[in-house]
T-cell receptor, first 113, second 112 residues
Framework: ETGVTQTPRHLVMGMTNKKSLKCEQH?????MYWYKQSAKKPLELMFV???????ENNSVPSRFSPECPNSSHLFLHLHTLQPEDSALYLC????????????FGPGTRLLVL | KNQVEQSPQSLIILEGKNCTLQ??????????LRWYKQDTGRGPVSLTI?????NTKSNGRYTATLDADTKQSSLHITASQLSDSASYIC???????????FGAGTRLFVKA
């Protein structure tokens, strides 16, 4: 285990649903990340939080809304998603940002119908 | 065009054989280059990390090399095992900023 947990592991939702993904890190890290991983494509950085402040929003549609209530927890709120949003959503944490090694959770496999 | 390109896209080898995965990048300047292993259904796990001034780094049967002049890195796996079947991802951290740039990965299949 990497010390980063994600729930749920699998999620199926309709385009009109609202759901949330949860990430928790037990490593005492200061930075947390959301990534999207689609088949045969590089990981796409979505959001970066450092000390609970959002420091990067990589042109992500507003139907994805992150929340970082403290340095150990990160949420991704989902609403009115599209089928092309189906992917593996990975959470990661690191001691600092950018140059530090990131520790990834197992991901949430999302299917939007 | 992605700034980190990996080859081959996929590779099948027999258990016990060696293999080498390639990573070409255009990111410059960069702080470090990492190789991650991602098992099916799991998140990536860091294997090696090299700064721009390092040429090689080993982690057990995994050896990464870096040639900053040609902007190439390779990951060599020795005496492959079935558990080496996974995706291997090359990641480059540009100097400054928060973004790390991921390659699309090489999918390795080790057959008995």
């Amino acid at each position: 285990e990497t010390g980063v947990t994600q729930t749920p592991r699998h999620l199926v939702m309709g385009m009109t649903n609202k759901k949330s993904l949860k990430c928790e890190q037990h490593l005492g890290h200061n930075a947390m990340y959301w990534y999207k991983q689609s088949a045969k494509k590089p990981l796409e950085l979505m959001f970066v939080y450092s000390l609970e402040e959002r420091v990067e929003n990589n042109s992500v549609p507003s139907r994805f809304s992150p929340e970082c209530p403290n340095s150990s927890h990160l949420f991704l709120h989902l609403h009115t998603l599209q089928p092309e949003d189906s992917a593996l959503y990975l959470c990661a944490s690191s001691q600092g940002v950018a140059t530090e090694t990131q520790y990834f959770g197992p991901g949430t496999r999302l299917l939007v119908l | 065009k992605n700034q980190v390109e990996q080859s081959p896209q996929s590779l099948i080898i027999l258990e016990g054989k060696n293999c080498t995965l390639q990573c070409n990048y255009t990111v410059s300047p960069f702080s470090n280059l990492r190789w991650y292993k991602q098992d099916t259904g799991r998140g990536p796990v860091s294997l090696t990390i090299m700064t721009f001034s390092e040429n090689t780094k080993s982690n057990g049967r995994y050896t990464a090399t870096l040639d900053a002049d040609t902007k190439q890195s390779s990951l060599h796996i020795t005496a492959s095992q079935l558990s080496d079947s996974a995706s291997y991802i090359c990641v480059v951290s540009p100097t400054g900023g928060f973004k790390t740039i991921f390659g699309a990965g090489t999918r390795l299949f080790v057959k008995a």
